[in-house]
Every structure is written in C-alpha cells, then in structure tokens.
C-alpha cells in the first residue's frame, strides 16, 4: 500500500482492499444503514394500523390483494373445483296474481322444473340463491309453500341436502325462518357482508349467532341459536381451529358483533371464479337438453341469476362485478378445499419484522463481507443490484406464502419500500446530524490555551 493511500492495491494494480480506517468508517455506514431500514420497516407496520383508512393506503393494499388473488387463480385447485353454478336468468320475473302490487319474483313452477332436474343428477347439495323470507305480518304465499314442500320431500326422497335462501328472516324465531318448523334445516341465510377498508368484496359470513334471549314472547326460550350461511351449509366441512400459538399471529376467521347477531367472517379464494363462469349451466339448456349426462353428479350446485340482477359485487380479479351467486359459489370453493388466513394486528408486526430481519440480515451479511474485499465504488454499484435482488426475493417469497400456506401477506410492499428508502433516510438522518454539530461548533467556541 502506498504511504498515505486509502486502499491497497492488488499485483494487476486493481484498487479493492481499503484501509483500516476506510473499512471501519464503511462497516459503521453498514451498520447504521441496516439498523435504519429495520426500523423503518417496524414503524411503517405500527403506523398502517392507524392510517389504513387513507384512500391511498386502501388503493395500495386493493392492489397487492388482487394480485394475490391471481396467484390462487393458477393453482391446480382452481381449475378443478366440484361446484358449479345453474344460471335462471333465462327465467323471467312475475308480479303474483294473488298481489299485483307485490315486486316481481321468480315464477315457482319455473323454479321448481329447474329443481328437479338439477336434483335428477344426483348432486352433493343444492343450494337455492332465492330469496325465501317469511313475512309474519302478511304470511307466506302459497306458491312458496309448495316450493319448499317439494324441497323438503325431495331431500329426504333422494338425500340430497337442499337449502334455500332467508334474508330479514333472522329477526323471526328459527320455526319462522322458512315458515315451517320442518323447514328450519334448509335455511340458509345469503347476507354479504358490506366492505369496511375495501371497495371491493373479500369476506363471506361462515356463521350467524343470533341471541333470542332477549326477546319478548316466545322467541326468548330459544336461546341462543347459530344459523349458516348459504357456502357454509354447502360446503358442510368444520375447519379445525387454529392453535393457541398461531392464533396469536394468524386467524382464518374474524368476529363482528351487532346487536343480537354475531357473524364470524371469512375471506374468499376467487381463485376459480373463471372456472366457475367458464362452466356456468343455463337453465334453459338444462331443461331442453334430452341427455343431461353427468354434469352435475356429486356436485355442489347453486341456483340463481348470474345476470340481469341487481345483486352485484365489485371482487378482485374481474374487472366487472359479478353477480352474487358467484360470490357465493367462491366461498362455498374456499370452505370446502382450503381457507385463506389473514395476520392478527401482533402477527402483522410480528410479520413484516420478520421479513425486515431476514432481508435487512442477509443485505448486512452479503456488506460486512464485500466490505473488505472491495472498493467503496465497487460496493455502491453492487448495493443497487442486491436491493433489487431483495425485492424481486420479496414479491416471490409473498407469491409462495399465498400458494403454500394460504396466508395474505401483503404487508411485503412496506419491506420493499423500506429497502428503497432506508438509505436516503440515513445519509439525511447523518447529515442533519452533521449541520448540528456544526452550527453547535459554531456558537461554543473551543477556548484557546493560555
């Protein structure tokens, strides 16, 4: 090494060994710039607890959990799911004869024909996305009580279960659900829950708890009672709870409590949704085709309007709403192969800590390393390759935990965004450090000896 010079220099003259003082003053920067981009990652975490109902937040997290939900759409299960959809948008709606005055409905011997040709197939479960409210003021029409008759016989002639749909019903005591204490175990209710944070729909209810104790009359001694939601009672699987341990960082399934009800909601794979759409049964084809074959053998069937509804919902992955009995039929998917799991508020910070350790770590180790045998300009040009050697390693790790586990990380992009800002913010952090001490300097003059 020449006298006085900063690096040492190789027999091909190549300048890539600093000095002592170089690499101490290099592995200190090393040092500050890692510890800074751990915390950065750490604060951003704490602080998307309190600032996730900005619009801009909403918009970034909408879009790192669609492009999740396209990761789902090129697994296997996707493409190979057993529920399918029976479309009756071919069937017009009629005002009843019995009251002109009433909105228009689904015909029922209409209905009905569908029915029995979807149940002549032998499916798993039949699920009815019409809705079947029984209204104790003015009482149930007739029309429907033959319906649900013939669903009731049907189910117990062909053991299939079969289940109807009940909306404002829920405020009735369970007998009442559907009119007919008989008919209490086809109800189903078909309630979407409204999106909070999102724009979007990407919950289902599982369950409703509904509290009658409360009530007057008659209703009080029923309890408390539970009652399914349409996918649940389909796809007719109990998950087993998640552990004591990994209940604290992750859930599959979130409470919400309003008045005498309590849902437990969980979030939807619209993973097969172009399966689904692709594999959509009209029910005019249905009923005009002379051989049906096997289409529908042993598996879960919806029933209801896939166009030409008023009920629809903005989901990830499709550009349009889709109508409801898609959503459903998504949950139902979800319920019955694998469930998507979300991080609990200590799991989201537990989480993205993680991943800063894991990405920040390496970057110090692959530095420490390189810092000694390279020179500082060779070691800036290298750090940009490896930050975006991390990102990349980042958006793949989210993409293999949403295929593997099931888990909807999205909080990858604040690490990213970490890695970007994390130097910045130290060279700013030390120079500002700098100009203090400095203008400290400046107005504490060091006395002079005597």
């Given at each position: 090494m020449?006298?006085g010079?900063a690096?040492?220099?190789t027999?091909?003259?190549e ?21 800074t981009?751990?915390i ?17 937040i909403?918009?970034?997290e ?5 492009w999740?939900q396209l ?6 299960e996707?493409?190979?799911?057993d529920?399918r ?11 009843r ?5 009433s ?6 011997d ?5 029915l029995?040709?979807v149940?002549?197939?032998?499916p798993?479960?039949?699920?009815i996305d ?6 104790r003021?003015s009482g149930q029409p007739s029309?429907d009580?033959?319906?649900?008759a ?6 117990q ?14 405020a009735?005591?369970?007998e009442?659900?559907?009119g ?14 409204n ?7 990407t ?7 509904v509290?009658?104790t409360?009530?007057?009359g008659?209703?009080a001694r029923?309890?408390?009672?539970f009652?399914?939601?349409l996918?649940?009672?389909l796809a ?20 919400k ?18 399966t689904?759409?692709r ?10 085709s002379?051989?049906?074959?096997e ?9 209801g309007?896939?166009k ?24 139902a ?9 979300r991080l609990?508020?200590p799991?989201r910070?537990?989480g993205?800590?993680?991943a ?7 970057i ?11 020179s500082?300009?060779q070691a800036?040009s ?5 930050l975006t050697?991390c990102?990349v390693l980042?958006i793949?790790?989210a993409?293999l935990l949403v295929n ?5 990380w999205t ?14 913010i130290?060279?700013?952090i030390a ?11 400046a107005?504490?003059?060091r006395?002079?000896?005597?």
């Amino acid at each position: 090494m020449r006298k006085g010079g900063a690096v040492k220099r190789t027999q091909r003259g190549e300048t890539n060994l600093p000095s002592a003082g170089v690499l101490q003053k290099r592995r200190k920067q090393i040092l500050s710039e890692t510890a800074t981009g751990i915390i950065i990652a750490i604060v951003f975490a704490i602080a998307m607890t309190y600032v996730e109902k900005y619009d801009f937040i909403q918009l970034v997290e909408k879009s790192v959990y669609e492009w999740l939900q396209l990761r789902l759409q090129m697994s296997g299960e996707a493409h190979d799911t057993d529920v399918r959809v029976v479309d009756i948008s071919g069937i017009e709606k009629e005002k009843r004869p019995s009251n002109p005055l009433s909105v228009a409905v689904t015909p029922r011997d209409e209905l009905t024909r569908v029915l029995d040709a979807v149940a002549a197939q032998k499916p798993a479960a039949i699920g009815i996305d019409v809705n079947f409210d029984f209204d104790r003021s003015s009482g149930q029409p007739s029309d429907d009580r033959k319906f649900l008759a013939d669903c009731f016989s049907k189910a117990q002639e062909k053991k299939i279960r079969i289940y109807v749909a009940i909306h404002h019903a829920l405020a009735n005591y369970p007998e009442a659900w559907l009119g007919d204490p008989n008919y209490r175990g086809m109800a189903a209710f078909v309630t979407v829950p409204n999106p909070e944070d999102h724009e979007i729909t990407t919950r289902m209810s599982e369950f409703m708890r509904v509290d009658y104790t409360g009530r007057a009359g008659d209703a009080a001694r029923h309890g408390v009672v539970f009652c399914p939601s349409l996918s649940a009672a389909l796809a007719n699987r109990e998950w087993k709870p998640i552990s004591s341990l990994l209940g604290f960082f992750m859930q599959r399934i979130q409470g919400k409590q309003n008045d005498q009800f309590a849902v437990s909601e969980f979030l939807i794979d619209f993973g097969p949704l172009p399966t689904l759409m692709r594999h959509t049964l009209t029910s005019d084809r249905l009923l005009s085709s002379d051989d049906p074959g096997e289409l529908l053998t042993k598996k879960i069937v919806l029933i209801g309007r896939a166009k030409q509804t008023t009920d629809n919902f903005s989901v990830p992955t499709s550009p349009l709403p889709i109508a409801g009995v898609f959503v459903h039929a998504c949950a139902a998917h979800t319920l019955l192969y694998r469930p998507l799991y979300r991080l609990t508020a200590p799991g989201r910070i537990f989480g993205d800590l993680f991943a800063a350790l894991f990405v920040f770590g390496g970057i110090f180790a692959i530095r420490w390393h390189r810092s000694a045998v390279v020179s500082s300009e060779q070691a800036t040009s290298r750090l940009h390759v490896i930050l975006t050697s991390c990102a990349v390693l980042l958006i793949l790790m989210a993409a293999l935990l949403v295929n593997w586990t099931r888990l909807m990380w999205t909080d990858f992009v604040l690490v990213i965004f970490a890695l970007v800002v994390h130097s910045p913010i130290e060279r700013l952090i030390a120079s500002t450090g700098h100009a203090l001490r400095i203008g400290r300097s400046a107005h504490h003059p060091r006395k002079g000896r005597h």
